[in-house]
């Protein structure tokens, strides 16, 4: 044991971050919630502060916390001391709520997107910032920091010297030159590499079969002395890292009988680019946290370059992704019952189709409805779902912030289909209102359509949100522009999909509104 106040020796340990925070999807939906504390003091009172924020945002939750339309935070600091009385210091954050404001800022550290140290000033990176402003979209943002990430760093006490990322990228090309895949169980020791030496793991695994997750745990028990619980080796540490992958664009998940992970062969060109640009770190950006952030918020514009490059290829390869629903549809033999099944059981962690299982559960409703309404209405629209896909056509990634999530036209018709499974009032009223009108009218390629359509999707419509909708009705009629547009809930639209009557209900729902402002006029 080791002396309060001194650092044990660091030792070589298995790949992990953060697990509270399982799907790197919260990190944007959480960075934006703390976007206006960018430059305070993390001292405790602004700590309460920002963690009493969280709570608002319903970002963290608590049964002894009841948050409604008329709570304030000074209405909840009290209730957020009490609940995180007995968290532990963590992070050189002392106990209670300044170590649970840790928790949701480690992994985003670790990754450069922030400087979060106590007593000091908080600092959002360059990335981050233009990834909460929409500049850029997470797969963008993840793939880039990934890329400048190492294992040796101030906020883990580990030997392991070197990018992971970087390593898992160079063996799933190796494998892929022989035609081959990783196993799920082979990328669990993956994770205890030493020193990222893509050979000696290749010769690992050459010599050593792992048939299940027991196999691959005695193994890393034998070679590693892991003492640490068979569930967190084999599901909880890998678990995460996978999300971080597969949201950074890198990789798709095979079922064949077993669980393989393979390149993202839409993203392979990006993929050798970000491997070619040199990003090394000292050693005292290794060890210290000021000069790790500094490092990881360097040479942003080769990045951006990159980026930039590959989102000229993506419009140009654009109908690959509409004709992949289609393709989807048949490789798993989709019909009308098992994706109304699925989208019901959204949120349940259930799955109706296993290689399904992987996907973010907000673009799981995307993709979903996306299939739905392909199976409705076959090839009478083009219909070109804005998520980023690998290339066997599941999403990974929600679409660019510049466009709407899915798109479904013909020479007369332009039908936008905007969809969330957010459910706070606020979060919808920020997110999901402007933004999506500006998405109908700002989308030059469909100027000359007769008739506009718009159908908002959530899991619930607030009545401020539906009055936003009612009001954008009238605004647009005045103006003399052909838009017709309803707010549903999830349920609501499934049904009225499968009747194939979106076009007349929303007609009619527009019409109602337009007759009842009349009649309030009058």
């Known amino acids: 044991m080791t002396r309060k106040g001194t650092k044990r020796k660091p030792e070589y340990k298995q790949m992990a971050f953060e ?23 993390l001292n405790d009172e602004n700590l309460l502060d920002i963690v009493s924020h969280l709570y608002l ?3 963290v939750k608590s049964d002894k916390i ?43 550290s670790e990754l450069g997107f922030v400087y979060a140290r106590y007593g000091e000033v908080f600092r959002f990176s360059e990335i981050a910032k233009k990834l909460i402003n929409g500049e850029i979209d997470e797969q963008e943002a993840f793939s880039i920091q990934s890329m400048k990430y190492n294992r040796k760093n101030p906020y883990r006490n580990v030997s392991n010297d070197f990018n992971f990322f970087r390593f898992i990228l160079q063996v799933l090309l190796k494998l892929r030159e022989k035609g081959h895949s990783l196993s799920y169980e082979q990328f669990i020791v993956a994770m205890f590499s030493k020193d990222g030496n893509v050979d000696n793991f290749l010769k690992i695994i050459d010599d050593n079969t792992f048939p299940d997750f027991k196999s691959a745990y005695d193994f890393v028990k034998k070679e590693y002395g892991v003492t640490t619980k068979v569930e967190t080796v084999t599901r909880d540490y890998p678990d995460v890292v ?17 669980k393989l992970i393979q390149i993202n062969e839409n993203k392979l060109d990006y993929i050798k680019d970000l ?44 109908e690959i992704y509409r004709n992949q629903i289609f393709n989807i549809i048949k490789a798993y033999n989709i019909d009308e019952e098992k994706i109304t099944e699925s989208i019901n059981k959204i949120g349940s962690r259930k799955t109706v189709i296993e290689e399904f299982k992987e996907i973010p559960e907000p673009l799981k409703l995307e993709f979903f409805i996306a299939i739905l309404i392909a199976l409705k209405y076959g090839k009478q629209f083009a219909i070109r779902p804005n998520y980023k896909a690998d290339h066997i056509g599941k999403p990974y990634s929600h679409a660019p912030g510049n466009k709407g999530d899915i798109e479904i036209f013909s020479k007369q018709i332009y039908w936008l289909i905007e969809v969330t499974l957010i459910r706070n009032k606020t979060q919808q009223l920020n997110s999901e209102t402007t933004s999506v009108i500006r998405h109908l009218y700002s989308n030059e390629e469909f100027a000359d359509r007769l008739k506009k359509y718009l159908s908002f999707v959530a899991p619930v419509i607030h009545q401020d949100v539906r009055e936003f909708y009612h009001y954008s009705i009238v605004q647009s009629k005045s103006k003399g522009y052909e838009v017709n547009l309803k707010p549903y809930s999830v349920d609501d639209f499934v049904k009225i999909t499968l009747k194939k009557e979106n076009f007349a209900d929303m007609e009619q729902y527009t019409k109602n509104v337009i007759n009842e402002f009349r009649k309030n006029l009058n």
């Open 19 to 41: 697990t509270a925070v399982r799907n790197p999807e919260r990190y944007l939906e959480i960075l934006t919630a703390l976007k206006d504390f960018d430059g305070i003091v």
């Open 57 to 59: 945002e319903k970002i």
């Open 66 to 108: 009841k948050i409604d339309e008329t709570t304030t935070i000074n209405d909840i600091k009290d209730l957020v001391i009490e609940v995180n009385s007995t968290r532990n210091s963590d992070g050189g954050f002392p106990k209670g709520y300044p170590a649970r404001f840790w928790t949701y800022m480690r992994t985003p």
């Open 242 to 258: 996978r999300r971080v992958l597969i949201i950074s664009g890198f990789i798709t998940i095979r079922y064949t009988g077993k």
């Open 275 to 318: 491997l070619s640009v040199d990003f090394e770190l000292t050693e005292t950006e290794k060890t210290q946290a000021k000069a790790y952030f500094e490092k990881l918020d360097s040479i942003n514009e080769v990045y951006i370059k990159l980026i930039l490059k590959y989102r000229e290829q993506d419009k140009i390869d654009g």
